[in-house]
């Protein structure tokens, strides 16, 4: 079965400081790793993927991520946030030969000025 | 790019009513369509998946007599709260998968919230 581990459910930054949100998963095969985000009251936006290829994923926003299999890790970070990045950031993961995505708990991303 | 859509965005009704909720994809056609659940503050758990023309796959621990799900056609599934108690108050997304040219991705809609009275 696979999970996935947000490690920090919440992380206060100040803007134009860089911030780094941590995700862990855990899956006894390959697997595809996601980011989403989610402004209040609204659906989930997809921030960027890793399904293949190069480790370092670019998204939307700034926003970049790392695939680490060794460490079974996919945190996602930016150099410089704005107010407007505050929200919820959702990591998944999703097995290659299934169809559901399996999210971690999330981590409220709170920026001030 | 891909749209989902749902209806209503938010709906009140009083405890022992049904209510419907549609989950629409706008430009793309989805054989397989997804029911999250999202408590306040809480992530996203999936309730059931649904495939065009077939019985929804409901994950353990979902009331599928309570849950009626259904995916008439490759643009539209159904989510229908039967007999609603406020327990059931809460934010229900959908999403469909989308698997031609991207990477067997899903996208979401803009989520309904349900307060039950």
């Known amino acids: 079965a696979q999970s996935v581990t947000q490690l920090d459910s919440q992380v206060p930054v100040f803007e134009e400081a860089p911030v780094e949100l941590r995700c862990n998963y855990s899956?006894?095969?390959?697997?595809?790793l996601f980011w989403y985000v989610q402004y209040p009251n609204q659906g989930l936006q997809l921030l960027l993927k890793y399904l293949s290829g190069s480790t370092l994923v670019k998204g939307i926003n700034g926003f970049e991520a790392e695939f680490n299999k060794s460490q079974t890790s996919f945190h996602l970070r930016k150099p410089s946030v704005h107010i407007s990045d505050t929200a919820e950031y959702f990591c998944a993961v999703k097995n290659q030969a299934g169809t559901a995505l399996i999210f971690g708990k999330g981590t409220t991303l709170s920026v001030s000025s | 790019g891909a749209v989902v859509s749902q209806h209503p965005s938010w709906v009140i009704c009083k405890s022992g009513t049904s209510v419907k909720i549609e989950c629409r994809s706008l430009d793309f056609q989805a054989t397989t369509m997804f029911w999250y659940r999202q408590f306040p503050k809480q992530s996203l758990m999936l309730m059931a998946t649904?495939?065009?023309?077939?019985?929804?796959?409901?994950e353990q621990g979902v009331e599928k007599d309570k849950f009626l799900i259904n995916h008439a056609s490759l643009t539209l599934s159904t989510l229908t709260v039967t007999s609603a108690h406020p327990e059931d108050s809460s934010f229900y997304i959908c999403s469909a998968r989308q698997l031609a040219g991207a990477g067997d991705e899903q996208f979401f809609g803009p989520g309904t919230r349900l307060t039950v009275l």
């Open positions: 649904s495939n065009e023309g077939s019985k929804a796959t409901y």
């Open positions: 899956s006894s095969v390959s697997v595809y």
